[in-house]
Nanobody
Framework: QVQLVESGGGLVQPGGSLRLSCAASGRIFSINAMGWYRQAPGKERELVATITSDFSTNYADSVKARFAISRDNAKNTVYLQMNSLKPEDTAVYYC????????????????WGQGTQVTVSS
């Protein structure tokens, strides 16, 4: 019913910046929380940042001084601005959304994007 389409990943040098985007499409009634998670080589998937429908945010301690999450509710899109990137930020980044559908408005569904690679290296 819903697809999350990500963009913005790539290769950058340490200290550089990237902006990730994730757009949700489908017969969506509303989206509650949206977020970004990442999985680095040899590590478990971890929270990067989340944002609620009323724009309350939460960040992992390792990124809160450097990353900023935002959303455009009219476009069903969440963004992650990543600044001062470090090699330790290298990971596959996944978009997540909690969605209420027109077809079943009494239930909340969880969706994930396909993941986008972010590599920080000189």
């Amino acid at each position: 019913q819903v697809q999350l389409v990500e963009s913005g990943g790539g290769l950058v040098q340490p200290g550089g910046s990237l902006r990730l985007s994730c757009a949700a499409s489908g017969r969506i009634f509303s989206i509650n929380a949206m977020g970004w998670y990442r999985q680095a080589p040899g590590k478990e998937r971890e929270l990067v940042a989340t944002i609620t429908s009323d724009f309350s945010t939460n960040y992992a301690d390792s990124v809160k001084a450097r990353f900023a999450i935002s959303r455009d509710n009219a476009k069903n899109t969440v963004y992650l601005q990543m600044n001062s990137l470090k090699p330790e930020d290298t990971a596959v980044y996944y978009c997540n959304a909690e969605v209420v559908l027109f077809i079943d408005p009494a239930y909340k569904y969880e969706y994930w994007g396909q993941g986008t690679q972010v590599t920080v290296s000189s």
